[in-house]
Nanobody, 114 residues
Framework: QVRLVESGGGLVQAGGSLTLSCAAS??????MGWYRQAPGKKRELVAV???????NYADSVKGRFTISVNNANNTVHLQMSSLKPEDTAVYYC??????????WGQGTQVTVST
């Protein structure tokens, strides 16, 4: 059974930092990443990382967020700094395997207050 379990969300003031973690099990993923969905908006890519370490970020988070992965234990992290109110959303962990099947975590709320 494939499971992606997120942790680390919460409430933070603007300018603050949070780190999200996602523990994956049950499959080997070639790409892992984070997506987010704000109220009334579509889910959007935040950052992805391949098993080889290549990364891609949304323009809105470049320079503020850093994605990393520990391939030994299939855990992906998202370090978020200089947070803005517009970063408020539910953040979802995603894993894609070699057959391009997508798996999702249950989501973790990040709220940035002014």
């Amino acid at each position: 059974q494939v499971r992606l379990v997120e942790s680390g969300g919460g409430l933070v003031q603007a300018g603050g930092s949070l780190t999200l973690s996602c523990a994956a099990s049950g499959s080997i993923f070639s790409v892992m990443g984070w997506y987010r969905q704000a109220p009334g908006k579509k889910r959007e890519l935040v950052a992805v990382i391949t098993v080889g370490g290549r990364t891609n970020y949304a323009d809105s988070v470049k320079g503020r967020f850093t994605i990393s992965v520990n391939n030994a234990n299939n855990t992906v992290h998202l370090q978020m700094s200089s947070l803005k109110p517009e970063d408020t959303a539910v953040y979802y962990c995603n894993g894609a395997d070699d057959f391009r099947r997508d798996y999702w975590g249950q989501g973790t709320q990040v709220t940035v207050s002014t």
